[in-house]
């Protein structure tokens, strides 16, 4: 019996307009991150993540999804939701970034009010979004999108479309969205 | 691309086409779980190596908040270990698991081996999936690479092809 060769699954739908895109459009290499906010390892890779796109400039474009696991991190949805409400007001990079820098006080009771002095945001408008769940329908979108594209967990990340098996390292990263890019 | 290699030669999970062997597994101190029961309704068996996977955000949890998707297909979803239902239970409870994991555990992986996923370099299952028909026959069955967990793409799809299934025979 021929041994059978293991596939990784491959991104569905690819990255396109819906996206939120940090870095330059027209870059080839093409990082996409399945990320839930209370996740400690998400947490972990988020320093990793910047020094990479630090590291690669405007060869690489990032993408973020949610993939918020409610059964194990009860405040992933809520923070899922404001980085998407934030994002309705232009800030969602601005509002990821303070969500995974600030992630040991995530559902404090302050939290709203730290990010209000901290980001330019219309706090009230975002408030009531997030207590409307008016993102709810494109986080759980984002969710079925990374079910289908096979994450099992977070982060999962996609590298050239298809899943990255690898260890979520910089210098790992590096490589194989070097060795992707050259095909 | 990496290759699919198994440490074990003789892991290998029973085929689509197969009748499920039926089994009774303690699921609870007192309570026990038959394949059988479920006969009528699709089942997605799902074996795993330990409870307390120290993944974050495991399969099993991953599974838990995807049981709304499985129920569209009124599928049951039963968890498969040679742990004991004592870990069962803390498991279970400390991931917020809403279906039951049953416990291969005396003797020692016999239902796991029945279904060609017991690896017996390290004692445990493997990390296999099966989706097994209303019908009591499996449709579907994958066996995972060492420390890759599936995730829920292949089940989703598989329980999508019983209801509207490629007819090649």
């Given at each position: 019996m021929t041994t059978p060769k293991y596939q990784a699954?491959?991104?569905?739908?690819?990255?396109?307009?819906?996206?939120?895109?940090?870095?330059?459009?027209?870059?080839?290499?093409?990082?996409?991150?399945?990320?839930?906010?209370?996740?400690?390892?998400?947490?972990?890779?988020?320093?990793?993540?910047?020094?990479?796109?630090?590291?690669?400039?405007?060869?690489?474009?990032?993408?973020?999804?949610?993939?918020?696991?409610?059964?194990?991190?009860?405040?992933?949805?809520?923070?899922?939701?404001?980085?998407?409400?934030?994002?309705?007001?232009?800030?969602?990079?601005?509002?990821?970034?303070?969500?995974?820098?600030?992630?040991?006080?995530?559902?404090?009771?302050?939290?709203?009010?730290?990010?209000?002095?901290?980001?330019?945001?219309?706090?009230?408008?975002?408030?009531?979004?997030?207590?409307?769940?008016?993102?709810?329908?494109?986080?759980?979108?984002?969710?079925?999108?990374?079910?289908?594209?096979?994450?099992n967990?977070?982060?999962?990340?996609?590298?050239?479309?298809?899943?990255?098996d690898?260890?979520?390292?910089?210098?790992?990263?590096?490589?194989?969205?070097?060795?992707?890019?050259?095909? | 691309?990496k290759e699919f290699q198994t440490k074990n030669q003789k892991v290998s999970p029973l085929k689509a086409g197969t009748k499920a062997p039926?089994f009774?597994l303690?699921?609870?101190?007192?309570?026990?779980?038959?394949l059988?029961?479920?006969?009528?309704?699709?089942?997605v068996l799902c074996f795993y190596p330990a409870d307390?996977s120290?993944v974050?955000?495991d399969q099993l949890?991953?599974?838990?908040?995807?049981?709304?998707?499985?129920?569209?297909?009124?599928?049951?979803?039963l968890g498969v270990s040679v742990d004991?239902?004592?870990?069962?239970?803390?498991?279970?409870?400390?991931?917020?698991?809403?279906?039951?994991?049953l416990s291969d555990f005396?003797p020692k992986g016999a239902i796991s081996q029945t279904y060609g996923v017991f690896a017996e370099r390290n004692g445990e299952s493997a990390r296999a999936l099966f989706v097994i028909?209303?019908?009591?026959?499996i449709r579907w069955s994958y066996l995972s690479p060492d420390g890759v967990n599936p995730g829920?793409?292949g089940i989703?799809?598989a329980?999508?092809?019983?209801?509207?299934?490629?007819?090649?025979?």
């Amino acid at each position: 019996m021929t041994t059978p060769k293991y596939q990784a699954p491959r991104l569905t739908p690819p990255v396109g307009e819906r996206d939120h895109i940090e870095g330059s459009l027209s870059a080839r290499m093409v990082l996409v991150e399945y990320g839930d906010y209370q996740c400690p390892y998400c947490g972990a890779a988020y320093p990793i993540v910047k020094k990479v796109q630090k590291e690669l400039g405007t060869k690489l474009r990032f993408v973020f999804r949610n993939f918020p696991i409610t059964t194990s991190h009860p405040q992933a949805e809520w923070a899922a939701e404001t980085a998407e409400a934030a994002a309705a007001q232009g800030k969602f990079w601005e509002m990821h970034d303070f969500l995974y820098e600030n992630q040991a006080s995530l559902g404090d009771h302050g939290f709203f009010a730290t990010y209000e002095k901290k980001l330019e945001l219309d706090v009230k408008r975002l408030e009531q979004e997030v207590a409307q769940h008016v993102h709810s329908g494109r986080v759980q979108e984002d969710f079925m999108s990374g079910v289908r594209s096979g994450v099992n967990g977070t982060p999962t990340f996609f590298i050239g479309g298809a899943r990255y098996d690898g260890y979520p390292g910089f210098a790992p990263l590096i490589a194989a969205l070097e060795k992707a890019e050259k095909g | 691309m990496k290759e699919f290699q198994t440490k074990n030669q003789k892991v290998s999970p029973l085929k689509a086409g197969t009748k499920a062997p039926n089994f009774t597994l303690k699921t609870t101190p007192d309570q026990h779980v038959s394949l059988r029961d479920f006969l009528g309704r699709p089942v997605v068996l799902c074996f795993y190596p330990a409870d307390w996977s120290p993944v974050c955000s495991d399969q099993l949890g991953l599974y838990a908040q995807l049981m709304p998707e499985f129920r569209k297909f009124d599928a049951e979803l039963l968890g498969v270990s040679v742990d004991g239902v004592w870990s069962h239970l803390a498991f279970s409870k400390d991931r917020n698991l809403n279906f039951p994991l049953l416990s291969d555990f005396d003797p020692k992986g016999a239902i796991s081996q029945t279904y060609g996923v017991f690896a017996e370099r390290n004692g445990e299952s493997a990390r296999a999936l099966f989706v097994i028909d209303p019908k009591g026959i499996i449709r579907w069955s994958y066996l995972s690479p060492d420390g890759v967990n599936p995730g829920a793409d292949g089940i989703l799809s598989a329980l999508e092809n019983l209801k509207s299934p490629h007819r090649n025979d």
